[in-house]
């Protein structure tokens, strides 16, 4: 429930529920008042008639003696019960409280006669006296409601008690809803962020679908968004780090020797040209290897950068027929049989210098590890075509699953091949695998398959990598476009 709402039905709860209270607290005195009143008004007319029995003797009004007067009220009834006797005239002749001579005016004498007046303290009842026809005298019973108006006084401080007890409790439940709607979460949402700003991971808790538990949820994805992106960061951090590491060892390395050389054809008088020769060849070598060092070494950082690609729309077959020519020399020169099988008929956006350094790496690789007499295939596939035999079983199932909505791109050579556990390491920059496969000779850089990795990433594509004992395949996916495609 939103809080603009829950507040609303708050302020009515605690506006409405003490009215409702009063209004059934007052209802159900009215009806207990009602079932009393009529029990006692009940009493009351027989006790009317009990002593309108007495007081209907005319001796009562004639007579001078008090003493038949004074006890015409029962003991029992001393404190509930007063009776008033008039003459025929309004004169008192019996009026406890009041004075001797006291003398009721006509028309209060004859007010309410034979009528059960009922008041809030008291019931009264007064009626004329005749003798032979004759006014005599008028009697005025008045019985007092002391028990009623004390159970009422009772009641009444009850109710009182109950309504106090009834809004305590209303104001009691408001506390404790205020404090788990607001107080509880705001502090739950105060400590995760003192948590996350000391370092700790802790998510906040709490389950809601108002704009405090909105607010949480926000907090809670904007720390996971920072999280991962300190990950990034510090993993960018060390990565650099260790770049920095091992171009300044492998820098080292061809300078010391470039240093020797160079300092051996300086000291050294007597060198003939063959050795002079043979010492700046590999000076000239060594220097060869620094700059493309440093070539992959700017391209990588252009690849992890903002860098965007320049994209053209090739087709297929036509592309990589052009991308997989010109390695049959260097197989030839190493005693490798070269195998390439193109079904590529699909439209692709791919820039088409990174393409080639892509295969390039990946035939560099290859090439490094086949041994003599063994095999490199080169095949590019499209979606729904069938896997060429040399692509084993194996490795088939996974392939065909992940080259869904897509065309995929296989460099495979004979040789030994990665251990599982360094599979996933192998796309590191500068990363060596018992000194194979990234990293393995002094003409091998280190940053090869991190690039090839980085320009697929750019064409929005994957690559995975396949071995076994016997061989190693390396598999890269792209998506396929159509016309007017973006």
Known sequence: MRLKKWLILSHLAVVITPIVSALLLYMLILTYNKKVQFTEYMNAVAKFK????KLGNYKIYTEAD???????????????VKINLYNGSGQAIHAPGENSDYTKSREEIYSHLYE??????????????????????FYEIIIYRGDFIKQINIRTIIIAGMFAVIILLVFLTVIILLNRKFNRPIKLLIEGMNDFAEGGKKSVKYKSRDEIGELIKNFNSMKKDIEKKQEIIDFQRKTKQYMISAVSHDLKTPLTSIRAYAESIYNERDLDMPKIKSRSSIILNKSDYMKRMIDDLMLYTVLTSDYKVNFVEVWGNEFFEMLFSGYEQNCEN???????DIDADY????DVKQMTRVIDN???????????NGRIWLGAFSLGKGLPPWIKKDFQKDIISWREKGCIVVVKNDGRGIPEDERKKIFMPFYQVDKARNKT???????????VKLVIKKHCG?????????????????????????
């Open 347 to 350: 439209t692709i956006k791919v």
């Open 116 to 137: 059960i007046v009922t008041k809030y303290n008291l019931y009264s009842l007064k009626k004329p006296v005749f003798y032979r026809g004759e006014l005599v005298g």
């Open 334 to 340: 190493r005693n490798i049989k070269l195998e390439v």
């Open 50 to 53: 009990y002593y309108e029995e």
């Open 462 to 486: 994957e690559i995975k990598l396949f071995s076994d004992e016997n061989s190693t395949a390396f598999v890269c996916w792209f998506p396929i476009y159509s016309k007017g495609e973006d």
């Open 362 to 372: 990946l035939m560099a690789n290859a090439l490094e590890y086949t041994p003599p």
């Open 441 to 451: 000779s002094q003409n091998e850089v280190g940053l090869g398959l991190s690039i």
């Open 66 to 80: 008090m003493e038949n007067k004074d006890t015409a009220v029962d003991y029992q009834d001393k404190d509930d």
